[in-house]
C-alpha cells in the first residue's frame, strides 16, 4: 500500500539553528499539506499545495517557517533560525484533490534545545 | 473559525467495555464531520467520517452519528479490544482561506487494559 514517506523521523537542533524536513506524497496526490502538532495538542494546518501552488499558508510563520513544493510532487519545510517553541511533530499528508481524503505520513519529531 | 471540543483523556478501560468519546463541534453551516487515530509510532488514519447530518459513519467496529441538534459526533464502539489503544482525534475542515485542510480537536488517548 502506497504511504507518505516523510524525513528524518527525529531531529534534534539547537535554538537558532536551520532545519528541514521532506515528504513524498503518495504517487499521483496532487495536494499536500504540512501540519503541526505540540505535544498534548491536535494537528494545526500550516501550509496546503496544490501541484506547485500555494492554496493556502496563513498560519505558516513567514518570518521563520518557509515551505516549498517545486516541482509539484516532494514538499520542503524549512525553519530558519529555529526557536525553543517550534519543538513540535510535523506531519505531512496528501490527498488525490481538494476534498479527498488525506492521508498521513509518520512525521517527523523536533526538539530544539 | 470552525472548532471541534473532545473530551481530555487519557480514558482507561477494561478489553469487552463500551466505549465513548464525545465530540462537540461549533461550525457555520453542516460541515462534513471525521474521526481520525493515531496508533503509537504511526502516522494519523481517516478511522469514518459522516458528510451530512444524520449520516453515520462506520469502520472497525466503531460508529459515530451526525447530529446537528446537540452539535455532535461522538465517538462509540460496543466492545474494546487492546488493540485500539491510540488516540482519537475529531475533526472537521478547515474554515480559513482556500484551503481543504482539517482542524482538529486535542485528542483523546485511549487506553486499553488486557
Known amino acids: 500500500e502506497a504511504e507518505v514517506a516523510q524525513s528524518p523521523r527525529y531531529k534534534i537542533t539547537e535554538k537558532s539553528q536551520a532545519v528541514a524536513f521532506w515528504c513524498d506524497p503518495i504517487s499521483g496526490h496532487a495536494t499536500l499539506y504540512w501540519y503541526r502538532q505540540i505535544l498534548g495538542q491536535g494537528p494545526e494546518l500550516l501550509v496546503q499545495f496544490q501541484d506547485e501552488s500555494v492554496v493556502d499558508d496563513s498560519q505558516l510563520p513567514k518570518d521563520r517557517f518557509s515551505a516549498e513544493r517545486l516541482k509539484g510532487v516532494d514538499s520542503t519545510l524549512k525553519i530558519q533560525p529555529a526557536e525553543l517553541g517550534d519543538s513540535a511533530m510535523y506531519l505531512c499528508?496528501?490527498?488525490?484533490?481538494?476534498?479527498?481524503?488525506?492521508?498521513f505520513g509518520p512525521g517527523t519529531r523536533l526538539l530544539v534545545l | 473559525g470552525d472548532s471541534v471540543t473532545q473530551m481530555e483523556g487519557p480514558v482507561t478501560l477494561s478489553e469487552e467495555a463500551c466505549l465513548t468519546i464525545n465530540c462537540t463541534y461549533t461550525a457555520t453551516g453542516y460541515p462534513s464531520l471525521f474521526w481520525y487515530v493515531q496508533y503509537p509510532g504511526e502516522g494519523l488514519q481517516l478511522l469514518l467520517k459522516a458528510t451530512k447530518a444524520d449520516d453515520k459513519g462506520s469502520n472497525k467496529g466503531f460508529e459515530a452519528t451526525y447530529r446537528k441538534e446537540t452539535t455532535s459526533f461522538h465517538l462509540e464502539k460496543g466492545s474494546v479490544q487492546v488493540s485500539d489503544s491510540a488516540v482519537y482525534f475529531c475533526?472537521?475542515?478547515?474554515?480559513?482561506?482556500?484551503?481543504?485542510?482539517?482542524?482538529f480537536g486535542k485528542g483523546t488517548h485511549l487506553i486499553i487494559q488486557p
Open positions: 499528508a496528501s490527498s488525490s484533490g481538494l476534498g479527498e481524503t488525506q492521508y
Open positions: 475533526a472537521l475542515p478547515y474554515s480559513g482561506g482556500g484551503a481543504d485542510g482539517l482542524t
